[in-house]
């Protein structure tokens, strides 16, 4: 069975933490009492509290004496809470510091308003010099933990909470910052979907799997370093672009990739500008925002009649 993004990055960072003694993980109240690296490496882990501020300063310390400090919270409190010492030690002084943002979107439903997050891509895209993950599945989250623990660059990791999914099949020596097709089918087509994080990617593959003639883009890394490097390939598929995203389109991936390809056109489905009202689980707040696959393909559908394209 499948481990939840979370699961995945702790399990993961303890297996690199053995053979790696310079790997520490800090965590923010998020530790628990079954933390696998608390565990097993007690002397190289640290749970500071609800001190997200001070934990990025602690961590920048850590770099500074050449370790590599990946350090775990909400995303709400990570990337806003947070973002001036991100700005500084992770954007100005590129410090070498992992974060690893759990409860990405709305995944944490029912901690209500507070502790969601559809602001942080955007937050963190505004600094420079770092790296943005958001990956699918158990195998794509270890595969960007291990990329992270190798790059002496800044990283931002978004993650959902308790979800589980299975990750799209990717070559074994390909890196994560490639895009990667479902079914490996890249070609050209009238409309390509673009996804990106968990919930985003679920409803693309359902959709991809539901329509004809039409291609499905997964990014893992979404920083502007990577967005522009794939901006010639993507037009080459297409020049139309239906995004979907767990997060607000003000500064969503799908705004950043119309400012990169401005003779295309860029469509996204995403969690709109309104605040969710109440708590629930990550399903009942994402149809309250109206993120989900019955609306998607609603919008997909009606682009293609606006253009004329071929029937779904």
Known sequence: MSLSGRDAYRDELTNLARVNEKIICLEADLGGKNHKFQNELPNRFFNLGIAEMAGIDMAAGLAEKGLVPFFST???FSALRAAESIKLAMGYMKKNIKIVAAYGGVSGGWFGSTH???????????????????????????????????????????????????????????????????????????????????????????????????????????????????????RSVSQKFFVVEEHRSTGSTASYLSLLMPDCEVYSHDCGELWPSFGGTHTEVLGELGFSYENAITQFQEIRNKYKLLNV
């Open 74 to 76: 909400f995303a709400s």
């Open 116 to 234: 969601h997050s559809l602001e942080d891509i955007s937050i963190i895209q505004s600094f420079q010099n770092i790296k943005i993950a958001c990956p699918y599945g158990e195998e794509e989250t270890r595969k960007v933990i291990r990329e992270a623990s190798l790059s002496p660059e800044p990283y931002y990791i978004r993650l959902s909470r308790n979800d589980t999914f299975e990750s799209m099949i990717r070559a074994e020596n390909d890196s994560c910052d490639k895009i990667l097709y479902q079914d490996n089918k890249r070609h050209q087509t009238d409309l390509c979907i673009i996804s990106v994080g968990e919930q985003g990617t679920e409803i693309a593959k359902k959709i991809y799997s539901n329509t004809h003639n039409t291609v499905h883009a997964h990014l893992c890394y979404i920083d502007r370093e990577n967005l522009e490097s794939y901006v010639s390939e993507l």
